[in-house]
Structure formats: C-alpha cells, structure tokens
C-alpha cells in the first residue's frame, strides 16, 4: 500500500474519531454514545485503535441551526475523504443527517442464511463457533467417529468448527441438505416525514436529525417459523451445532 494512501485513511479514521465523539456529546434519543467510541487493542507490542463495526443511535441536535451546518459540512467531509481512499460503498457506520421527521419507529430481528448442498458440494462449511476451544476437541472427536471430517479455524472472536461438505451428506443418507444459519440481525428505521403519508424504510446506523421527534424502539421481533421447520426433517448431529441441517431431498 503506498505511504500516500496509508496517510489517508489515517487521516480519515482521525476525522471519523473526532466527529463521532463530537456526536457523542449530543442528545440521544436511541442507542447509546458508548456505540460511538473507538476501541483499542493490542498488536505486537503496540495500542491499535479500531472503529466501531457497527452504530445504531438516534441522534438529535436540537434544533440549533449552527450545529446543524456543521454537521452537514463534516459529513460531507468525513465522505470525500473516505471516497478518496476506497471505490466500495460508504460503511454501515456512516453518519446519515436526515430532513426532520415526524416519528421514527426503530426495529429488530434476527436474519438467516441458507446453503443447498449435494454429494457434488466441494469443501468445508461452518456449524459453531467459540469463544474459547475448550470443547472443540471433544466436538471433532465426536463428528470424526461418525465419519465427518472437520477443520477448526483460529478467527479474531474466538474458533470456528467447520465439517466437509461432502461427508455430512454422506451421513445423511440424503441426495440434498439444506443448512440454514443466523446471519446476525437486521436494524431497520421506518421515518414518516411531515409531508408524506407513507413512512420511509430505511436501515438504523447512525441517524442524525435536526430537532428532536417521537422516536419509539419495538420489543425484538420474535422468531418466525420458517417453512423449513414445518416441512423438512431436521438432521441430527453428535454434537450441538449453531446451525440448523434440513433433509431437503431424501
């Protein structure tokens, strides 16, 4: 990476630091301003200092049309500078300034992922993770006596136990496997304006508006049923496993 680039993303990350904790001193009508700090980690005998990954917060500013100014122009900056280091799209994190609403109802629930595979299906795929390895030994044992092959990848959270595709079909005894996971959850923002009768959908980062509105947070969504669960028969394993594993095809 050149030197010219590695001093721009610092210096958007210096940016991004200090707007957010500017962020932080203003009202908070969801979230909390402990979502805005960097955190700091050890690396090889140095202090690293690491963004937040994600931010979900409503922030109001009071109506003060000053601050409203700079935040408009900070954002705008924070953006130039990111879109001088990187082509990809603007993080989750981003700060968005919106028009002043009426209301904004804040909600969550829990998203999945699912993968189709066969006997065809080449390499590993993930079942559960750890915060620590103090059962992954016991799990592999237990998955390699039935004839599943793993692999226990080292990650930053903590281990991942992964099982080769083609042996869990194996196991089976099915022609096709559905496996289906928890892809974290989704935050989602309706925001009615004055001036349309229908709310906007939007995704909840870091909403920013300029005078404060009836925010209100729904209790989490609670699991629906899916299809799966009433119609396939679920494959069980040895083990306990963060994943679900559908007969799709007997």
């Not at 990809?88 to 909600?107: D, G, M």
């Not at 044992?141 to 595709?165: D, Q, W």
């Not at 404060?212 to 394993?237: A, F, G, M, N």
């Amino acid at each position: 990476m050149a030197k010219t680039t590695k001093a721009n993303w610092k210096q958007f990350f210096s940016f991004e630091k200090i707007l957010l904790e500017f962020l932080s001193q203003q009202n908070f009508l969801a979230g909390d301003k402990s979502d805005l700090k960097y955190s700091v980690h050890d690396y090889k005998n140095m202090q690293l200092e690491r963004p937040p990954k994600f931010i979900h917060c409503v922030i109001s500013l009071g109506g003060e049309k000053s601050l409203i100014q700079k935040i408009e122009t900070d954002i705008k900056e924070l953006k130039n500078r990111f879109l001088t280091v990187s082509d990809k799209n603007l993080p989750s994190r981003f700060p968005q300034l919106l028009q002043q609403p009426l209301q904004i109802n804040l909600s969550q629930h829990e998203a999945f992922r699912s993968r189709v595979i066969d006997s065809k299906t080449e390499g590993f795929i993930q079942i559960k993770r750890y915060n620590s390895d103090d059962m992954s030994l016991e799990d592999t044992n237990f998955l390699n006596a039935i004839g599943i092959r793993t692999e226990v990848h080292n990650k930053g959270f903590g281990k991942t136990l992964n099982i080769l595709s083609q042996d869990l079909v194996a196991y089976s005894t099915a022609k096709k496997l559905t496996v289906r996971e928890s892809s974290g959850y989704q935050y989602n923002a309706r925001v009615r304006y004055p001036d349309n009768f229908q709310a906007v959908r939007m995704s909840y980062g870091l909403l920013i508006i300029p005078d404060d509105c009836h925010t209100l947070s729904s209790l989490p969504q609670p699991r629906r049923t899916h299809r799966l669960e009433t119609s396939k028969q679920i494959l069980v394993l040895p083990i306990a496993i963060d994943s679900r594993i559908f007969i799709k095809e007997p």
